[in-house]
């Protein structure tokens, strides 16, 4: 290519310099490729060029965008794909974005062979930094590249070595975004991605200095954490349980996790420095973005986009978890005992009832070890029934619970308030 060519010229051994033109006989002047040009560009690069050689490098990349955009133009016209041609010939790129404010987008763009188009870079930038800075939702047909385009394009700006990043996605959609976000930002931009799985379980001093390390390691090199709603809650619980126990047998406590880096400096990042992109998976016909940011004394404190809001923000969808060791619950076991003990009563009675062929009760017994399907016609009979299990209740017929050693008089008040039904 003619413009690369120039490009190499310029950076190429000088015709008057004796040194450059002997390292470049014996091969060990540096080779000079496009893909070794364009990381310079890239947010993660330590070699910041000029203001002119950047210039330059965006227009060689915008050169290789229109050749990638030509082939797909001349591909979707020789297969007969009308739609696909008149989308790409709606979008000349660069639409609605500069090239020079995100160098990061024209590498997503050549890595993935796409071009943003102009919703996408509407709805991303909305995502970023939302106008006005309050919740915001936004509306967009199903594929329309969320996952493949919004979310990488979001989450590499968002990664700017201040916010921790994460990328929350369902446990389906987790090796798909594993896979799209590495095809798009873990080559020619650089970028690392990380996976994180985070468990309830309780967490040694050693181990969250770890986890901790990890953490700023991501954040100081501009990487992308990947994980699942459940990690983000465990972690979150489990910096609060830490700060609520004692330190015994080495586990982390309050006073720990402020000398050792560990769970108070986690806890700060999950309440202040972290941004985060939530992913659901999509089965209706379009979804909804929703962006939540909560400032605090001007400091924007934690910003979530997430899909199919009205779900994933629903109570039911939202994991609670007890702390403590598992105890019983009140009145075990004789709260549910008591009642299938009464059912086996009131099965026994009715039973009894059904074989005598009275004509104001109806029903089945059942096969063996069945509740009988019962119709009671009259209240009389119903009546009755509830007298027969109150006087097997009063007799002792509960093994959980005995009335013998209470006086006669207060054993007719018990009866007579499970048999009466107003007193």
């Known amino acids: 290519m003619e413009s690369l060519d120039i490009v190499k010229q310029a950076l190429g051994p000088r015709d008057d310099s004796y040194i450059e033109q002997c390292l470049n006989q014996s091969n060990q002047w540096p080779r000079i490729m496009a893909y070794t040009l364009f990381q310079f560009l890239t947010s993660t690069s330590l070699d910041k060029s000029s203001v002119t050689w950047k210039e330059c490098l965006i227009s060689l990349v915008l050169i290789v ?50 071009l943003i188009h102009c919703a996408q870079a509407y709805i991303a930038k909305e995502m970023m930094s939302p106008q006005p800075s309050e919740n915001t939702v936004l509306w967009v047909s199903m594929g329309e590249g969320k996952s493949s385009i919004i979310i990488p394009i979001c989450a590499v700006m968002l990664a700017d070595g201040q916010k921790l990043v994460r990328v929350i996605v369902p446990s389906t959609l987790m090796p798909q975004m594993l896979q799209i976000l590495t095809d798009r930002l ?27 390390q990890i953490l700023s390691e991501c954040r100081d090199n501009r990487g992308i954490i990947v994980m699942q709603p459940e990690d983000v809650l465990s972690l979150k619980l489990t910096c609060v349980e830490a700060h609520l126990l004692k330190d015994k047998e080495g586990k982390l406590s309050l006073p720990a996790a402020q000398t050792c880096g560990g769970g108070n400096q ?32 001007g400091e924007v404190l934690e910003r979530i986009s997430s899909n ?24 075990f076991p004789d709260r549910w005992t008591i009642t299938q003990q009464i059912l086996r009563l009131t099965g026994s009675h009715i039973s009894r009832l059904l074989a005598l062929s009275l004509p104001t009760i109806q029903g089945d017994p059942g096969p063996p070890g069945s509740f009988p399907y019962t119709h009671v016609l009259l209240d009389e009979t119903r009546k009755h029934l509830v007298s027969l299990i109150a006087d097997d209740m009063a007799h002792g017929q509960l093994s959980n619970v005995s009335f013998h050693y209470l006086p006669e008089e207060l054993r007719n008040v018990i009866i007579d308030f499970m048999y009466l039904k107003d007193i």
Not at 186 to 209: D, G, H, T, V, W
Not at 268 to 280: F, G, Y
Not at 314 to 328: D, E, K, S, V
């Open 65 to 114: 965008l229109d050749i990638q955009r030509a082939r797909r133009l001349l591909r979707f016209a020789m297969g007969n794909l009308d739609k696909e041609l008149f989308k790409e010939l709606e979008n000349e790129g660069c639409d609605g974005w500069d090239a020079s404010e995100y160098p990061d987008w024209l590498l997503i763009q050549l890595q993935g062979n796409f």
């Open 308 to 331: 199919e809001s009205d779900e994933i923000l629903h109570p039911q969808f939202q994991l609670i978890y007890t702390l403590g060791h598992q105890q019983h619950v009140k009145g």
């Open 266 to 297: 986690l806890a700060q990042w999950l309440m202040k420095s972290v941004s985060a992109i939530t992913v659901d998976m999509i089965y209706e016909a379009d979804y909804r973005d929703q962006l939540t940011e909560n400032s605090y004394a």
């Open 186 to 212: 873990a080559r020619l931009m650089n970028k690392r991605i990380y996976s994180l799985s985070f468990s309830r379980r309780r967490y040694k001093k050693f181990e969250l200095q770890k986890l901790y």
